[in-house]
């Protein structure tokens, strides 16, 4: 299973932060290292998963988005974009090729 995740819903201004900064960090990462973006708009409102993860996560009651795991790691929320960049960075550590 890939331990690199976030889990973002529609209309939260934080979680547009992680969308616009994932794709680069992905762009610098090796293919099986990438951060998943997953939408959790359809399964919050009807049920409907996008995502295996959603199994295991469908019992956690958090109510916060979005939501980071990146081995191990937990990140709950996002702070401003150039933060997040280098925290993102510094989680995937060696793997980021610059």
Known sequence: MNSRFTIVEEGCPACLILKRIIPDI???LPIDKR???IDNTSFEIHG???DLIQDKLKDE???RYPLTYI??????GAE?????RH???KL???DFLN
């Open 26 to 28: 992905n762009a610098n």
């Open 35 to 37: 951060i998943r973006i």
């Open 48 to 50: 409907i998963k996008s």
């Open 61 to 63: 009651d958090f109510d």
């Open 71 to 76: 081995d191990g790691a937990l990140i709950i």
């Open 80 to 84: 401003e974009e150039k933060f997040m």
């Open 87 to 89: 925290r993102l960075k």
């Open 92 to 94: 995937v550590g060696d």
